[in-house]
């Protein structure tokens, strides 16, 4: 099955600092990999996700970068706030062609970022 | 309001106990999931449903029992053979592969 290997396990920074958060998978059938984050006490929300098809997609301050090849993908955040400080959690899925189809979700273990003022 | 809702939001359980935490969905999702989170471990997947009257086994699946009689309810139960069931345990849909829908979880503590 597959497996996500996520690092570091906890990443402190400065404000204004940028963060970058890396994971690995295993399975090269896997197609879909989104970031979710985690505020202490909440529930898991999406905050971007990327399929296999593209390379790199930005939303504002974050970006997600995938290597097919070497099977990982990474989370860049830019200009980090303190409310970005929380638990983020990267995935893999696999999807098919038309993308109605669905396998298990896989989690890596978190990152707990914390971001200074 | 459109969403997933699971309760209890606090759920206590003694030895040798069976509890069932309660998992709905109204926004027509096909697949479900059941998460167990324990600190420095992420989430880690119990059992999982594509559809009505199906479901699979996760990761960690030992312990636990489920059902998915409808589309909307996905109830997970944690029996006395789950040995050390004290964790944080998240609901979540999706409509294909997609964003994964989370409810606000439930923690379950052992007294």
């Known amino acids: 099955g597959e497996n996500v290997e996520q690092h570091p396990s906890t990443l402190s920074v400065q404000e204004g600092d940028s963060a970058v958060i890396k994971c690995t998978y295993s399975?090269?059938?896997?197609?879909?990999f989104p970031w979710y984050k985690q505020e202490l006490g909440k529930r898991p929300q999406l905050i971007i996700d990327i399929r296999s098809n593209v390379g790199e997609k930005k939303d504002q301050r974050i970006a997600v970068t995938l290597n097919k090849t070497a099977k990982h993908f990474s989370l860049h955040i830019t200009e980090t706030q303190p409310e970005d400080s929380a638990v983020y959690f990267c995935?893999?899925?696999?999807?098919?062609?038309?993308?109605?189809?669905?396998?298990?979700?896989?989690f890596g273990q978190g990152t707990i970022l914390t971001v200074h003022p | 309001d459109g969403g997933i809702t699971q309760s209890p939001k606090y759920l206590f359980r003694k030895e040798g106990q069976n509890v069932t935490l309660s998992c709905e969905q109204n926004l027509n999702h096909d697949a479900m999931y059941w998460y167990r989170q324990d600190p420095g471990q992420g989430l880690r997947l119990i059992y999982y449903?594509?559809?009505?009257?199906?479901?699979q086994k996760g990761d960690i699946a030992e312990g636990y029992s489920v059902s998915r009689e409808k589309k909307e309810s996905f109830p997970l139960t944690v029996t006395s053979a789950q040995k050390n069931p004290t964790a944080f345990y998240l609901c979540?849909?999706?409509?294909?592969?997609?964003?994964?829908?989370f409810g606000q979880g439930t923690r379950l503590t052992v007294v």
């Open positions: 995935a893999a899925s696999l999807a098919n062609a038309g993308g109605t189809s669905y396998g298990k979700l896989t």
């Open positions: 979540a849909s999706s409509i294909g592969v997609g964003e994964a829908f």
């Open positions: 399975d090269s059938a896997s197609n879909y």
């Open positions: 449903s594509q559809i009505v009257n199906d479901f």
